[in-house]
């Protein structure tokens, strides 16, 4: 019987994640050269049940752990975000715009990382450089993923191809594209079925950097408030979850995607000297105001690798 290939991106995945599984699946014979199914780490969030129902795409199926199956990453290399059961030998694929996590595999597979805004980016560029047509529904997944990845290309992570692509794939598809990121972003916002453990956990990833272990989980939304006025509730959440998992540091960060500013969570004394010895901010009420910072990949984490390993 042959083994399985999946696509699956990382635990508590966002927009980019799950979109990019789907899209590399449906594309797999020929970005991969074999045939390959979608898979996701975690329920999705409001905003990627929004997209999936517009361009009526059904949810992928959701895996707990990896068994007999070999697996394509998408969207992370970090250990910590990836689902129990990854091993060198099922290892077949990654597809990522982050880091590199220090992932090994025991033959030759296939690697595609750059620098760039989104993994739906990055699936665009290799079905043009393929010469692949894609389709209104593929486009408009994709136009997705750049729009929620990059902020509407307003984030640091950003790259004059995101920017390039979204046009493209705005003409190919006829998208009112104002009214798209409207939609996409009350969505992205929405608090609808969601309980405050979720907020904490919905885009909640975990590092190693220098032999700590630092969680870091943000929310995204175009009213920071209707998370804030719960600020008491959520950092008694953060505090077991940081003895739970035994975390070393934990960051959690409302984002004001509307005006490109972060509040920053503090739990507690170790918490808020990194945040003063890192980006030189100061912690008031348990809270640290990061002016023009949305970014976690780009504006949070590099600054923390280096303090930890320098």
């Not at 927009?15 to 970005?31: E, G, P």
């Amino acid at each position: 019987m042959a083994i399985k290939t999946i696509v699956v991106g990382h635990k508590n995945p966002d927009t980019d994640s799950v979109l990019s599984a789907i899209l590399v699946s449906k594309f797999s014979k020929k970005i991969l050269g074999f045939e390959a199914e979608s898979r996701i780490a975690g329920d999705v969030n409001n905003e990627t049940k929004y997209i999936l129902d517009l361009v009526k795409e059904a949810k992928p199926k959701l895996i707990k752990k990896i068994t007999n199956e070999n697996v394509v990453l998408v969207d992370t290399t970090e250990p910590g975000q990836i689902i129990e059961g990854l091993t060198e030998d099922n290892l077949v694929g990654i597809i990522d715009h982050h880091n590199l996590g220090g992932l090994k595999s025991s033959g030759a597979i296939y690697v595609r990382t750059e620098s760039i805004g989104c993994a739906c980016s990055l699936i665009y560029k290799i079905l043009k450089e393929k010469g692949v047509k894609v389709d209104k529904k593929s486009a408009i997944m994709m136009i997705a993923g750049i729009v929620s990845d990059t902020l509407n290309l307003t984030s640091p992570t950003t790259t004059p191809e995101d920017k390039k692509f979204l046009k493209e794939l705005t003409q190919l598809t006829k998208v009112d594209i104002k009214k798209f990121v409207a939609g996409l972003f009350e969505a992205k916002s929405s608090l609808k079925g969601i309980s405050l453990d979720r907020v904490v956990e919905c885009d909640y990833k975990e590092f190693e950097m220098g032999g700590k272990k630092v969680g870091i989980g943000v929310w995204e939304t175009t009213n920071p408030e209707s998370v804030n006025m719960s600020a008491e509730k959520i950092m008694k959440l953060l505090e077991d979850k940081k003895i739970k998992e035994d975390l070393d540091y934990l960051l959690f960060g409302v984002v004001d995607i509307l005006k490109n500013n972060t509040y920053c969570y503090v739990i507690g004394e170790a918490e808020e000297k990194l945040i003063s010895d890192v980006l030189g901010v100061t912690t008031k009420d348990k809270v640290a105001f990061l002016k023009g910072v949305v970014s976690r990949k780009k504006q949070i984490v590099p600054q923390l690798r280096n303090h930890f390993v320098r």
